[in-house]
């Protein structure tokens, strides 16, 4: 059984950092690229970033509204993806999901992450 | 950027009866692969989304098949033969053709009357 659970969220003041994890089960992890999207309340999916496979150098790619403050990492030897979120906004408080890539069929729980003063 | 645009914002539909959501993208979703990139979600209440259909007609494991999706290019449509009380939520089509980017529409909430 495919299984995606993403941890780290909390609450953080403007300019902070977390760091977001998502742990993956079920299926060949190494293989696939991995994408994070997001969610505020009430509000529709916005795409984060991903992270392709090491066969495809783990090439990383981001929304323009995070480029040069998020960082998406990856540890197949731990089938884990990280989301690196620095100087973070206001705008970024949101629910974080982890996604499967390639079929997009699998999405973790999400993780909630609330940044205020 | 492509841009996925929804209709209706919302329905309140009768149980049994039929439900129908549109999805246009702004540019075609059809790949030199073959395949056109063009997914339908739903995201129940306190939820992550859920596939439903994958490349536009494909149900994924499990989706009944009272919904189903059809379309080509840049027209796309998610039907409910009979809406059931647990098809309630927020449909979402989402495109992957321009990758690393996905994009979403903005969604359409079904509610029961």
């Known amino acids: 059984e495919v299984q995606l659970v993403e941890s780290g969220g909390g609450l953080v003041q403007p300019g902070g950092s977390l760091k977001l994890s998502c742990a993956a089960s079920?299926?060949?992890?190494?293989?696939?690229?991995m994408h994070w999207v997001r969610q505020a309340s009430g509000k529709g999916l916005e795409w984060v970033g991903r992270?392709?496979?090491?066969?495809?150098?783990?090439?990383?790619a981001y929304a323009a509204s995070v480029k040069g403050r998020f960082t998406i990492s990856r540890d197949d030897s731990k089938n884990m993806v990280y989301l690196q979120m620095n100087s973070l906004k206001t705008d970024d408080t949101a629910v974080y999901y982890c996604?499967?890539?390639?079929?997009?069929?699998?999405w973790g729980q999400g993780t909630l992450v609330t940044v205020s003063s | 950027d492509i841009v996925m645009t929804q209709t209706p914002l919302s329905l309140s539909v009768t149980p049994g009866q039929p439900a129908s959501i549109s999805c246009k993208s702004s540019?075609?979703?059809?790949?030199?692969?073959?395949?056109?990139?063009l997914y339908w979600y739903l995201q129940k209440p306190g939820q992550p989304p859920q596939l439903l259909i994958y490349?536009?007609?494909n149900r994924f494991s499990g989706v009944p098949d009272r919904i189903s999706g059809s379309g080509s290019g840049t027209d796309f449509t998610l039907k409910i033969s009979r809406v059931e009380a647990e098809d309630v939520g927020v449909y979402y089509c989402?495109?992957?053709?321009?990758?690393?980017?996905?994009?979403f529409g903005g969604g359409t909430k079904v509610e029961i009357k």
């Open positions: 996604v499967r890539g390639g079929d997009f069929d699998y």
């Open positions: 079920g299926f060949t992890f190494s293989g696939s690229a």
């Open positions: 992270i392709r496979s090491k066969v495809n150098n783990y090439a990383t």
């Open positions: 540019q075609s979703l059809l790949h030199s692969d073959g395949k056109t990139h």
């Open positions: 490349e536009v007609s």
């Open positions: 989402m495109q992957s053709i321009q990758l690393p980017a996905l994009t």
